[in-house]
């Protein structure tokens, strides 16, 4: 439960600029400060196991990126010899540590969007406009966590008819072969599921009349304040944006000095646009405990 009801459609749009944001500033001391506030967002959250999972796949995804965007391009004035002639750049390696960032971002921003904002709520913004479209999103937002939850009950039996039976599966050849038939066994389960779904949904007169939901939402007060804080601290981001500040020159030639003073009313502008919803769910906090 939550004290404090904000409009699915409210939400949406301020995620939706924020990973916008996420793209266009490049600044070092912007994307840390992001970063912070995500961190601290995903934490209010109690979203820890989700954390963990991005992290076990940001890591190796991070190197990847760090590492191959010096190799493959040497653009940049800077040169790091490495062995004999051959040398990566500066810029290049800058870019590569600056992306990563920018992805780990993107990341946190996607889990505490799912966490903060249901398909169900989603289904609702969208089905009005979007029926069609809307259903296809949910589904396949649907998908891929159900599809880990019947691999995960098919392992399971596997595992428990190898036990009963006294098996051993030691050789890679044969885990091959498990794994290929739990992979037919799952797929075979969604296909049956995915076609009683579709005649349930054919028998309910899905499509014939105009769709209804059982959730309803109407802007208040707070959304309007919400809309009118983002609105305002994002036109103040993007001014700044476009006047240099935020982003800086990477190619050909990195100009970029630690001693910038960033304190400025863009980049306050920057906080405000992120506080938001780390004030509400501290609040939350406070009110629950």
Not at 28 to 48: D, E, H
Not at 53 to 65: E, S
Not at 147 to 171: A, D, M, P, Q
Not at 229 to 256: E, K, M, T
């Amino acid at each position: 439960m939550k004290f404090t009801v904000i409009h699915p459609a409210t939400y949406m749009v301020y995620y939706l600029i924020l990973i916008l944001f996420a793209f266009f500033f490049n600044d070092p001391y912007y994307l840390t400060s992001f970063l912070i506030c995500i961190v601290l967002l995903t934490t209010f959250q109690g979203i820890n196991s989700e954390f963990k999972n991005i992290i076990k796949f940001y890591i190796p995804m991070a190197f990847l990126i760090i590492i191959l965007n010096p190799l493959v391009s040497h653009i940049g004035a800077i040169k790091i010899y490495i062995i004999g002639n051959y040398f990566i750049t500066l810029e290049a390696l800058v870019y590569g540590i600056l992306m990563s960032l920018s992805l780990l971002i993107i990341l946190l921003l996607f889990a505490s969007y799912n966490n903060t904002v249901s398909y169900q709520e989603m289904l609702y913004i969208l089905s009005k406009r979007f029926p069609n479209i809307s259903i296809i999103i949910i589904m396949a937002l649907r998908f891929i966590p159900l599809l880990n939850y019947r691999l995960s009950e098919v392992n399971k039996v596997f595992r428990l008819n190898h036990e009963s039976s006294g098996k051993k599966n030691e050789t890679k050849i044969n885990k091959i072969k498990d794994t290929a038939q739990m992979l037919a066994v799952v797929v075979s389960w969604s296909l049956e599921e995915s076609m009683l779904a579709a005649k349930s949904m054919k028998g309910r007169g899905y499509g014939i009349t105009e769709r209804t939901n059982y959730l309803s939402f109407k802007f208040r007060k707070i959304d309007y304040y919400f809309i009118a804080l983002i609105i305002i601290s994002a036109a103040v981001c993007i001014i700044g944006l476009l006047q240099g500040h935020g982003r800086i020159s990477i190619y050909p030639q990195l100009q970029f000095s630690f001693s910038e003073n960033i304190f400025n009313i863009f980049y306050f502008a920057f906080l405000i646009l992120l506080l938001p919803l780390i004030y509400l769910e501290s609040k939350e906090k406070l009110i629950w405990h």
